[in-house]
């Protein structure tokens, strides 16, 4: 018999044990007890190897079958089988999990576009540099494709294949390998557009938007915090990360570059624009020049964009109408809006004067604090018809103007132009090879990343709207890379149907086993043991993360949050916690649920690719320097809410 089964036969045997030893006698016990030793048997059902959906399932229609017999046998097995229907049902009508396929499908397909091998590549050549080049690039380009597949075992298997023989053949430290390669891959389940944060937000009913906007900052912190890691590892110890030789950075240029690096310059405006005016070599064709010339001031073009729809944005005329409040009472624009909202009194006001209120340029309306202050110092009179024709008249004139842009605004544009001037002051002709190579595998996913993201976030469409619009993009670039076909296209649908339906089961095993939960009281147990504890909101937050941290070494995330998070969700509103901050603690927790053995699914991904003498126990010693960054990331998190909750909290006021 297998070491699991003997392993998962003992724990069920110590949990019986334990019933017999802790739970009250039969005569005492009630229905909460039995809810409570559901939650044990689901648990160790699911440790011997069950499948977690059609377990759950089982185990909520027994003990709901229990349940409902203890207050009416007659109807009890009609209860149940309605209680099953009407929550498959709940979960067949949500509409936030239409988005979970269609977000796998275009992982499935970004996978099989065979982009990987060309952004690792030229994100190891643009960070050849930096101490632990090999492994920074790694953890970037892991970090980057799980973003925009989101598939954990895909990713680590990929760069188990790709990434691993060459940091090995470069001398690194397989502990170090293994670790930038797992931790790099599990990124995709925080980072969005994650399922993980989809299945908290459908259990827990929170937004998913606010979930995305949330868990974007805490993705990018947790991913640089191991690029730090590897950095000092390396600088520290430099046997364990080998920098670069100098013969690897070099970068074949084209015969164009080496003619003009030679002859003109070997920076690229420079070189290209002198290329360009002065007498050519034959070799060197004007049509050649002014495409590469089009490529480097890409980057110039991108900023210019940007920041002129930034200056648009800002400089963009007041309302009418909130030009015409201030005009009306009598006000000045002024800065203050906060301080109005806030209902704070502003003094200082001075009374219109005769000929009309001149509205100084480059101001911002405060439109209730002006109505607070005329009530309380001018009488309430009404407006004569004439001169609230002449306020309106006022008002439009006003708002026709557009604003002054902010000084914040200068500051950026200055530290961006700063910025620009120094790149291309180093912009050689490698480095306009390794652009290029960027711009075949980089930009394109990063784009759609952004283009799927934007969306969501910033409100111009729904997850389900933008993960379909995200499958499109997934389409279109695996047709540009050639890698469209009737094969790749059913392969992806069949696993983008598997991996649906599981978690479509998983949701309505989970829906039936909370309902089985509650009906026996085993919420209520819990929630007045919880409470007779007398924890401060602090102490709680901590128990909880303690208990998902705990739960993520015998446990995979799916089953936590479908199991757990109910039994956690309802305890928040006594402690004061907001159910979106807790969410992101949790998914940041979570990911401690593929690299924690026994059950570090990553890692036995990595072992299933790795040369033969790359052991399993070098893999686990290679994850947990990551997942100490792990917890100093969620301690970062909770000491600095903001990191996680300043996003939502601006576009979503």
């Keep these: 018999m297998k070491k699991e089964v003997w392993f998962g036969l003992t724990i069920m045997a110590l949990v019986v044990l334990s019933a017999f030893v802790l739970l009250p006698t039969p005569s005492e016990m009630t229905n909460g007890h039995l809810g409570l030793l559901m939650l044990a048997l689901v648990v160790v059902a699911i440790m011997l190897g069950f499948p977690t959906a059609f377990t759950l399932m089982g185990m909520g229609m027994i003990f709901a079958w ?22 498959a049902y709940s979960v067949m009508s949500n509409d936030v999990l239409i988005s ?54 895909a990713v680590v298997t990929l760069m188990g294949l790709l990434a691993l023989p060459a940091m090995l053949r470069a001398g690194y430290s397989v502990q170090l390998s293994a670790g930038a390669i797992t931790a790099g891959g599990c990124l995709g389940i925080l980072i969005p557009p994650s399922v993980m944060l989809i299945v908290y937000g459908a259990t827990a009913g929170v937004s998913v938007v606010k979930l995305y906007a949330g868990a974007f900052f805490p993705g990018i912190m947790l991913a640089t915090l191991y690029v730090l890691y590897v950095v000092i590892i390396a600088k ?83 309302p009418v109408e909130t030009v015409e409040g201030v005009v009306a009472m009598g006000g000045e624009l002024s800065d203050s809006v906060e301080t109005a909202e806030e209902g704070e009194s502003i003094s200082g006001l001075s009374e219109p004067e005769a000929d009309g209120l001149q509205l100084p ?56 132009a700063v910025a620009l001037a120094i790149f291309y002051a180093y912009f050689s002709f490698a480095r306009l090879e390794i652009f290029k190579m960027l711009l075949g595998s980089f930009f394109p996913l990063a784009l759609m990343i952004l283009a799927v993201l934007g969306t969501i976030v910033f409100g111009l469409a729904t997850p389900t709207e933008a993960a379909a619009m995200g499958s499109l993009g997934g389409l279109l670039l695996a047709a540009a890379y050639r890698r469209l076909n009737y094969v790749v296209l059913r392969e992806s649908v069949y696993l983008t149907a598997k991996t649906s339906a599981m978690v479509c089961w998983l949701f309505v095993g989970s829906s039936i086993f909370s309902a089985a939960f ?43 949050i479908v199991i757990f998070m109910p039994i956690f969700i ?72 903001a990191i996680g909750m300043w996003l939502p909290e601006v576009l979503y006021k």
């Design 100 to 153: 979970i396929p269609l977000f796998v499908f275009m992982g499935y397909l970004i996978e099989r576009a065979n982009l990987i091998e060309k952004l690792f590549k030229s994100m190891h050549l643009a960070m050849a540099r930096l101490p632990g080049s090999l492994a920074v690039a790694t953890i970037v380009t892991c970090a980057i494709f799980a973003t925009a597949t989101g598939i954990v075992g």
């Design 570 to 641: 309802p305890l928040l509103p006594h402690f004061g916690i907001d159910p979106l901050f807790f969410g992101l603690l949790v998914a940041l927790n979570l990911q401690t649920a593929f690299l924690s053995p026994p059950v570090a699914m990553a890692a036995f991904y990595l072992k299933g690719v790795s040369p033969p003498h790359v052991t399993l126990n070098q893999i686990f010693a290679g994850m947990l320097p990551f997942m100490a960054i792990q917890v100093f990331a969620i301690v970062l998190l909770y000491m600095f809410p």
């Design 361 to 416: 340029p480059g101001t911002e309306a405060v439109s209730a604090a002006s109505e607070a202050v005329s009530t309380a110092q001018a009488p309430k009179e009404a407006t004569p018809a004439p001169a609230a024709a002449a306020v309106t008249a006022d008002a439009e004139s006003a708002a026709a103007e557009r604003q002054d842009a902010p000084l914040s605004f200068w500051i950026g544009l200055a530290s961006c």
């Design 66 to 87: 229990i349940a409902y017999k203890s207050q009416n046998p007659d109807l009890a097995v009609q209860q149940t089988l309605d209680l099953m229907v009407q929550r």
């Design 236 to 318: 520290w110890k430099p046997h364990m990360a080998p920098p670069m030789s100098a013969e690897d950075r070099i970068v074949p240029l084209p015969a164009f570059a080496q003619v003009v690096s030679k002859d003109i310059s070997n920076t690229v405006l420079p070189g290209l624009i002198g290329a360009i005016k002065g007498k050519r070599n034959a070799a060197v064709p004007m049509r050649e020049l002014l495409n590469h010339l089009v490529i480097a001031l890409l980057p110039l073009l991108a900023v210019a964009a940007i920041m002129g729809t930034i200056y648009f944005k800002v400089t963009a005329p007041l």
């Design 518 to 560: 509650a009906l026996l009281g085993g919420q209520e147990i819990i929630n007045s043991w919880v409470l007779g504890m007398d924890l401060t909101p602090v102490q709680f937050m901590i128990l909880a993360q303690v208990v998902i941290f705990l739960l993520g070494w015998p446990l995979e995330w799916t089953e936590i």
